[in-house]
């Protein structure tokens, strides 16, 4: 089929007039789209802050524009319609119940901070028992660990954190992981009020069985779970109803193609009030209403999100058809690096969606994370490579094992140069003896 065909090929003529379908986008077209960035770098690296097309940059623009042009008409009679307007369409991709249930905000740190404050109240005003235990898997996010401290920690709450095993090969292995740190939790009668689950991990990125999780909370009387799934917009199925969580937080900037930055959090409407940490005029109206307006600053990012779902939808199968292909081809070029290092992937495929990660030649003695900060510097600022390292200490009794691991992204704009780049990079530093100690801070 021609990559400009419709999107559809079939035309029922029943007297309804017929919608016009938009061409699928081709890739001179995708090529166009990001050619605002830096054509001699190798960026494989979408995880970390997203990407955005110039088509909705400047459809942000024009927001923008409209803002500062008549402030306070914008404000007055377009800024919440806007606002309903991106929320009702989320709330029907992640099928939420009701529209209440979904806000947004600026990221999915954000959502964190309200979700953990609120329970961080409870302990402050002896809803909770002091002791009572928090759950959250040992590799979230690190912004989520220090709101856990500044949060829960400090209003006397108990963290305990699921120590999960990595490479990983099984969803099983997580799940017993998980049961074990469940069990640690409600010994000495202590109550597990909440349990904080990634649904595809940071560094290293894993694919969590989620639902599955939730279920054994639910067994086990977890009172109620938040899922941080900063990366799955995009990049991973997103069912409110199928995961059954009482929150849920994922950023629309990392894998759903909108700038910087903007995030939903689904709180479910049985579930607790929630409010926003900046407190405006707007306090006491629900969080969805609160975050709406939490003064005069920049809401662009949050109103573009029509304007992306039309360019998803010129993608082969829409959103779906993006996130199949870049997991096939970040597998793909994921086992060539591996084969070419002689090393493996950290997760067998099924278990990682647009990332994985790949080992990192031994010989390289990647010893600490400062180790990995410094790789990466060297490979930017000499290969134009960017890409992440992760540091994996070895376990007991281990010689000569694998430390390090790139984590590799792939989306719609990334060409299979830039994994050769990177291949390459690191052949040639193997070629030249060159190690994480003989490279400058």
Known sequence: ???????????????????????????????????????????????????????????????QMRFLEQPDDFYFNTLKTSVLASRTLIKSLVNAEHIDEISLVDNATTAAAIVLQHFAWKFNEGIYGKGDVVLMLHYAYG?????????????????????????????????????????????????????????????????????????????????????????????????MKEIGADFYTSNLHKWFFCPPSVAFLYSKKSSCEL?????????????????????????????????????????????????????????????????????????????????????LPACLGIASDSDTLKLRKHLRENFNVEVPIYFRPPKDGEVGCITGYARISHQVYNRVDEYYTFRDAINKLMVDGITCELLSN
């Open 143 to 239: 912004a989520v660990k220090k709101s856990m401290e500044a949060y829960v920690t400090r209003a006397g709450g108990h963290v305990i954190e699921v120590e999960l095993p990595f490479p990983v090969k099984s969803d099983d292995e997580i799940i017993k992981a998980f049961r074990k740190a469940l069990m640690r939790g409600k010994e000495s009668g202590s109550r597990v009020r909440l349990a904080v689950i990634d649904h595809i991990t940071s560094m290293p990125c894993v694919l969590i069985p989620v639902k599955e999780l939730v279920k054994i909370c639910r067994e086990e009387g977890v009172e109620q779970v938040f899922v941080d799934a900063a990366h799955a917009m995009g990049c991973t199925t997103v069912d």
């Open 1 to 63: 089929m021609d990559s400009h065909q419709e999107n559809g090929d079939t035309h029922h003529n029943n007297g309804v007039k017929k919608q016009k379908l938009t061409p699928l986008i081709s890739e001179d077209e995708i090529r166009e789209e990001f050619s605002h960035h830096l054509k001699q770098v190798s960026r494989i690296n979408n995880g970390s802050f997203g990407c955005c097309p110039k088509s909705i940059i400047q459809a942000q623009r024009e927001w």
């Open 275 to 359: 409010h926003h940490p900046v407190v405006s005029h707007e306090y006491g109206n629900g969080l969805a209403i609160e975050s709406a307006w939490i003064g005069t600053r920049d809401y662009s990012s949050q109103l573009v999100v029509p304007s992306v779902l039309e360019f998803v939808n010129r993608f082969r199968g829409g959103i779906e058809g993006i996130m199949k292909r870049n997991h096939e081809a970040v597998v793909e070029m994921g086992k060539m690096l591996a084969d070419a290092w002689d090393t493996h992937l950290g997760s067998p495929p099924e278990m990682c969606t647009s990332m994985i990660m790949v080992g």
